[in-house]
């Protein structure tokens, strides 16, 4: 085409002077260039896509999760379009015909008929369910889990608050779309949650029977919920949770991952492989791996066997009814609140037995997440950028708190198995809900404590390490007959990942008056800040300095550890187990006092 | 004690020798300092040493990674082919008998077992390739501040604040306040269109079932009779009333009519009230449950327990039904029955309150 010669006549004249299309440089090029070049030609985007595919990530592990969480989300939008095809969301009553013989001439609603077609009648229907119902659970657990990692190595902090209140919504909102998802077949267990959830609606103070006489569009079950909350899983979640999970991942390329701190990591630097080829292949290969195993879990492990279920009907019910694993913790919640919290007053019901599980507990939960990394920011003052993630030893209190919200959530969790767990182990339903309610309080400080304390003496350990090396295992024996265990010294790659992080100490009060003796008008607020941040802070263990090490050496070349020796005509005694131990005053004592 | 071994004491200083280290300190006493020698923290050493992979020294290694990154798409290529076959040719009825796992639908199987093989080739196959030949020296990326430079920013206040002014907002404050209230307001016509339609006010709907004087009770789902004396001690009939027949919105009447029937020993009753509101030992309660609804679908013969299958509320039929364990706080609400002139069971009036969880309005 660029060889036309140009006959400059009419509009055309205008562009006589435009430069000659530029052919592609080099051979190589000339295939992409073909399509590439008349793409960019068109768009530009040469220079935008080629920095992408030249874009940074850091390698870890714990990364993947995210990852997970994203392609579950497309399989799941694309095995839902496909379930789209089949399922019909109305509640109309038609008898079944299908091949599913149990249930021939069973009167049932539109919804779940189509949903045994789609298991019984529509060839590979059945897979595709099971692949859809599958990846939402694995969507919610990647979820969670990924926000586990991102609150304990502290990935939330600046600047990442913003990325953290979205992903807090789209954990949210994840749960409303399985929820709502998992009501559609109206199969009898499905039916049974919607049911209790019409109880909870009516719970809400003042507007309760209005709220569920809305969403029921009249009496429960009524024949609106199905169609309704069909537009909502497939239409109105969906896009909300595209929308923010796009801006979730733009605002990971343009913040740039964080990476673990290592030697040649630092703040102002991403250390890791280029999308092309290396992410390209691994994390593409990874969305297949993804793929292929919850393909392999839905072709041989049955989820929501609706047809064993039976079509909905108010009357029966199965024992052991229980929702799918992401509500157990509200579940369990209605099951611990006492009935004493419902009662009546000035002639209303207030039914907090069932509004403090049923409609508190979830944005209450999400609101505490979702403040906590400006709650950290407050206490710390800590207004830098931070893009080296932390250890969570190294943030013991952090890592505590996390504990105790995961223990918290644990509890509910049991508790919403307290009928299985009565059954399976022979107790008491009773006792073990009386336990599950104390737990909920016990536990949280319980594991924040243990959590906390294992934390400081890993610091103390990597303190201990980096102090004295790591135990090779090989015994000396000196002219005298001692015995000793030699330690060789960390190299300095390995020390760095011990040594490189900063401690915050605990804010100090300031006066609180001016130097004229003018109250200051924070005070009390300063007062509050030095009194959480002395709790964040008070025990911390600092990273090992030069000094330090230096100085064990030197007290070390005197002093080779013994690890026992032979008493006269007796057992061998531990003589100096470790450095640290016993009534020589050592390196490691340093740590400890602080701590 | 003189075994000054190399790897324990080689950086330590030769006691009596100049400089760091001469002067030992104990550590519970403070740092070393003064020496202006020794760097407070430590310092990045800098990317470790690359270690280069089998592959990369190793043409044969390299082949041989080769070979099973092509292998592994070729599973992935046979795992496609072996459902486009299946699909095919395996009948949607075929049960399969897998160890372990028990009888599973033959088709779904080997549909999900290629299509997953067809997905992980390809997968395993891209990672092992990254893995063992695409380079695997670290790049390493400068990051720059996010916060946009100063000039950027007031340039932004600047057109915004300009913006404002050439639109003479700050000297029109009509304007300013009117487009306020309209913005404010011009919702609320699309939620008062959505909420308001969305349904039907309550009324007093969930205070009332169809239960009426005269009702009789009929078996659910058989929608049979029943006869005071087809009621044997210990038995339990799950009930409806029998105008459900001619209910037009069977689903809805039955989630609030259920009611489930029970004969004890009309000495095991121990409050008057329940006694006189049954027959004979036979007691009638509501079985949709005042915590959240739930059917009241558990019995326990012996101890004349019933027990909501979802969250565990238990309630005593000796003791009109009151709450003696789990979440809900009410009784299920009885129904007062008597026998017709046949001997059938009926409804000796409508239940004296609302049935099922409990609401703002209902006391």
Request: hydrophobic residues 45%.
């Amino acid at each position: 085409m660029s060889t036309t010669a140009h006959t400059a006549s009419g509009a055309d004249r205008l562009r006589a002077n435009d430069p000659e299309p530029q052919t592609p440089a080099g051979g190589g090029m000339k295939a992409v260039g073909g399509v590439a070049g008349w793409v960019d030609d068109r768009t530009g985007a040469a220079k935008g896509v080629g920095y992408l595919m030249k874009k940074v990530f850091p390698d870890h592990w714990s990364f993947m999760l995210g990852e997970v969480a994203m392609y579950s989300m497309i399989i799941c939008l694309l095995t839902g379009a496909f379930l789209t095809f089949w399922f019909v969301p109305s509640a109309g009553h038609v008898a079944y015909e299908g091949s599913y013989l149990p249930l021939r001439g069973v009167m049932m609603s539109e919804a779940y008929a189509s949903t045994l077609d789609i298991s019984f009648d529509i060839r590979g229907g059945l897979i595709i369910r099971q692949i859809h119902h599958w990846a939402a659970l694995l969507f919610i657990v990647a979820i969670n889990v990924h926000m586990m990692r991102v609150f304990f190595t502290g990935a939330f902090r600046k600047p990442r608050e913003l990325n953290w209140v979205i992903g807090a919504q789209l954990s949210m909102l994840a749960l409303v779309e399985g929820f709502a998802g998992y009501s559609l077949p109206d199969d009898l267990l499905s039916g049974t949650g919607l049911r209790a959830a019409e109880g909870f609606m009516r719970s809400i103070p003042v507007l309760g029977s209005y709220v569920s006489y809305f969403v029921f569009d009249g009496a429960f079950p009524g024949e609106a919920i199905i169609p309704r909350l069909y537009a909502v899983h497939v239409l109105l979640l969906p896009a909300i949770l595209v929308g923010l999970f796009t801006a979730h991942i733009v605002l990971v390329a343009v913040q740039k991952h964080t990476q673990y701190p290592g030697p040649g990591r630092t703040n102002d630097n991403v250390v890791g492989f280029p999308v092309m080829p290396v992410y390209a292949a691994k994390a593409g290969g990874f969305f297949f791996i993804v793929f292929g195993v919850i393909a392999l879990i839905s072709a041989l492990v049955t989820i929501n066997p609706i047809w064993a279920y039976g079509p909905y009907d108010p009357s029966p019910v199965t024992a052991g009814s229980q929702p799918d694993w992401y509500m157990g913790f509200a579940d369990g919640a209605l099951r611990l609140l006492p009935g004493w919290l419902e009662f009546e007053a000035f002639g209303f019901t207030f039914s907090f037995n069932v509004m403090i599980g049923a409609i508190l507990l979830i944005p209450v939960m999400y609101g505490l997440i979702t403040l906590y990394p400006f709650l950290e920011e407050w206490v710390t003052g800590d207004k830098r950028e931070h893009h080296l993630l932390d250890r969570p030893r190294n943030n013991p209190t952090r890592t505590g708190i996390g504990m105790a919200g995961i223990a918290a959530y644990a509890v509910l969790m049991f508790a919403a198995g307290n009928d299985l767990m009565a059954i399976k182990l022979g107790l008491s339903i009773n006792d073990i809900t009386h336990f599950l309610r104390a737990a909920f309080f016990i536990a949280p400080p319980i594991a924040f404590w243990i959590t906390k304390r294992i934390c400081l003496s890993l610091q103390r350990r990597d303190r201990d390490l980096v102090l004295h090396g790591r135990e090779t295992g090989r015994i000396i024996r000196t002219a005298e007959g001692r015995f000793y265990e030699k330690h060789e010294p960390l190299d300095p790659y390995t020390r760095w990942h011990l040594v490189q992080h900063e401690q915050h100490q605990p804010l100090q009060l300031e006066a609180g008056v001016d130097e004229n003796g003018v109250a200051s008008p924070t005070a009390r607020k300063d007062r509050l800040r030095a009194k959480v941040s002395h709790f964040y802070f008070k025990d911390r263990v600092e990273p090992v300095t030069p000094a330090e090490l230096e100085a064990a050496h030197h007290h070390e070349a005197h002093h080779p550890e013994a690890i026992e020796h032979q008493e006269p005509g007796g057992a061998p005694l531990v003589e100096m187990a470790r450095s640290g131990a016993g009534d020589n005053p050592d390196a490691t004592e340093h740590g400890r006092q602080r701590g | 004690m003189n075994n000054n071994d190399t790897e324990h004491g080689a950086q330590a200083a030769d006691p009596g020798s100049e400089g760091y280290g001469s002067t030992a300190v104990r550590l519970d006493q403070g740092h070393i300092e003064g020496t202006g020698r020794l760097p407070e923290r430590f310092e990045d050493p800098g990317f470790a040493p690359h270690i280069a992979r089998a592959a990369d020294l190793d043409e044969a290694a390299a082949k041989r990674a080769e070979k099973q990154v092509a292998a592994m798409f070729g599973v992935s290529m046979l795992g496609t082919l072996v459902f486009i076959v299946a699909y095919f040719a395996i009948p949607m009825e075929s049960q399969v008998f897998i160890p372990g796992i028990g009888k599973a639908n033959l088709s779904n199987v080997v549909l999900g077992v290629s299509l997953a093989l067809g997905l992980l080739g390809i997968g395993v196959g891209a990672v092992h390739w990254a893995k063992t030949l695409m380079p695997d020296e670290e790049v390493v990326e400068e990051r720059h501040p996010l916060r946009s430079p100063d000039e950027a920013r007031g340039g932004f206040v600047k057109t915004m604040l300009t913006g404002g002014t050439d639109a003479q907002l700050d000297r029109r404050p009509l304007i300013k306040y009117s487009l306020g209230g309209a913005l404010g307001l011009f919702a609320i016509p699309l939620v008062v269109q959505v909420v308001g339609s969305l349904g039907p006010l309550p009324k007093d709907e969930l205070s009332k079932t169809m239960w009426k004087k005269g009702d009789r009770l009929v078996r659910d789902p058989e929608h049979t009779p029943i006869k005071a004396t087809d009621v044997s001690i210990g038995s339990v009939f799950h009930v409806l009333p029998e105008s459900i027949k001619e209910s037009e919105h069977v689903l809805e009447d039955k989630a609030k009519a259920a009611v489930l029937l029970m004969r004890l020993e009309p000495d095991a009753i121990q409050v008057a009230k329940a006694r006189d509101w049954g027959y004979d030992g036979i007691v009638a309660y509501s079985k949709i449950c005042t915590h959240v609804g739930c059917p009241v679908g558990l019995y326990e013969q012996q101890t004349h327990h019933l027990l909501c299958p979802c969250h565990q509320s238990t309630f005593d039929v000796t003791q009109d039904c009151k709450v003696i364990f789990g979440p809900a706080k009410r009784p299920l609400p009885q129904l007062k029955i008597t026998v017709d002139t046949e001997g059938y069971l009926v409804a000796d009036a409508p239940f004296q309150e609302a049935v099922g969880p409990s609401f703002w309005e209902r006391g």
